[in-house]
């Protein structure tokens, strides 16, 4: 018997197939769910090479996750530059950096408490 997915699974599914559609690279799932005072319960993140992969990778994001979960993300940031972009969409945050950008501020250090798995495009 098939697991049921919850909006959650299907959601975090969409965002990944999304992601790896445009070749996102290092994509790391951070559940924060047992951490107290959080603010989503899990965060995405993820880099492209350039300006234009990062676009393109939010678009795909955005797309994705429309046709297959149904859902617009509630908050969009950083699109002007495209050097980070975060898609909010209430329990799962997405930040999609260009490389350099994403070591800079290095957000795996700052949730080192929350469970932390990379994730593998499946597809390919």
């Known amino acids: 018997m098939k697991k049921r997915q919850d909006g959650t699974d299907l ?7 999304g992601i790896f559609e445009k070749k996102g690279q290092d994509v790391l799932k951070i559940d924060l769910r047992k ?3 959080r603010i989503s319960d899990y965060f ?14 939010c678009d795909s994001v955005e797309d994705t996750v429309i046709r297959d979960a149904k859902e617009k993300p509630s908050h969009v940031e950083g699109l002007d530059n495209c050097f980070w ?7 799962v945050v997405v930040h999609i950096f260009q490389e350099e950008y994403r ?7 700052l ?9 593998r495009d ?3």
């Open 85 to 91: 972009v975060l898609l909010d969409y209430g329990n």
């Open 11 to 17: 959601l975090l599914e969409a965002i990944m197939k």
């Open 122 to 124: 499946n597809l390919s």
């Open 35 to 37: 951490l107290d005072n």
């Open 111 to 119: 949730w080192a408490d929350a469970s932390m798995e990379a994730v």
């Open 44 to 57: 995405i993140i993820c880099h492209g090479s350039s300006v234009s992969q990062v676009d393109a990778i």
């Open 103 to 109: 070591h800079f501020y290095n957000l795996e250090s």
